[in-house]
């Protein structure tokens, strides 16, 4: 962390004026340029989600690192409706993977409905969930619904999903940049987050991410992803 981020502790700034501060970023030639996005187009290509982990532990800095990256996103009036949850306590693992387990015997009984359980049988997931205890670390995100001011009035967030949204995207890429391997997980509901945690009333369980690294024995889907062509429209 720089000096400048130790001594600057964000506060809402709802309600302030509007101020502006320069901004100018060296601009990197073309050719460079070029080169960075063909690394990382690759780089990013081989990303996969994994659901089978090797129990070795990953460096925390590390993933502390990658949450500080999706930190940074964007959010609807720079709001930033998010917490971060690092879970490495092996005991609370598997608290969470119990009352996981629990939610998706219900939903692959029937709760999801046959055309969403008829989309998911050619991945091979059920309900069990080794990878909640196997991964040594998870990353439990939530989003803040509102925010409380010092008089205890709530303050509505906006755009809290596109926001929490786009900071997992740019989690999941810090991640896998970094070396780590990782998996959306969306067990639903999910209230029994909050409980376990202990989080606050205003925050909602958005995902739960296992972070670590792939077993030697990991298997993943031989998915096809779209094409350039067939995903982008140039106008």
Request: proline content about 9%; hydrophobic content about 40%.
């Amino acid at each position: 962390m720089s000096e400048t981020e130790q001594q600057q502790e964000w506060t809402p700034i709802h309600g302030e004026p509007y101020r502006s501060v320069p901004y100018r970023p060296a601009r990197m030639p073309e050719a460079e340029s070029l080169a960075h996005a063909a690394e990382l187009r690759e780089r990013m290509r081989e990303r996969r989600t994994v659901r089978q982990f090797a129990p070795d532990p990953v460096p925390a800095q590390v993933v502390r690192d990658a949450i500080a990256c999706a930190a940074t996103a964007p959010s609807g009036a720079h709001q930033q409706p998010w917490t971060f949850v690092l879970v490495q306590d092996p005991e609370v693992r598997r608290r969470i993977r119990e009352a996981a387990e629990h939610e998706e015997r219900v939903s692959y009984d029937g709760r999801l409905g046959e055309e969403w359980l008829a989309a998911l049988r050619p991945l091979g997931t059920d309900e069990v969930k080794p990878h909640l205890t196997d991964a040594p670390a998870l990353i439990v995100v939530f989003q803040q619904r509102y925010w409380l001011g010092e008089d205890g009035t709530k303050h509505k967030h906006y755009y809290v999903d596109e926001s929490v949204g786009i900071a997992v995207g740019m989690l999941l890429s810090a991640l896998h940049l970094s070396g780590l391997a990782a998996l959306i997980h969306t067990p639903s509901p999910m209230r029994f987050l909050s409980q376990v945690l202990g989080r606050p009333e205003n925050e909602k369980a958005f995902a739960v991410i296992p972070v670590g690294y792939p077993a030697p024995d990991c298997q993943v889907p031989d998915l096809v992803r779209k094409s350039l062509d067939q995903v982008l429209v140039e106008v």
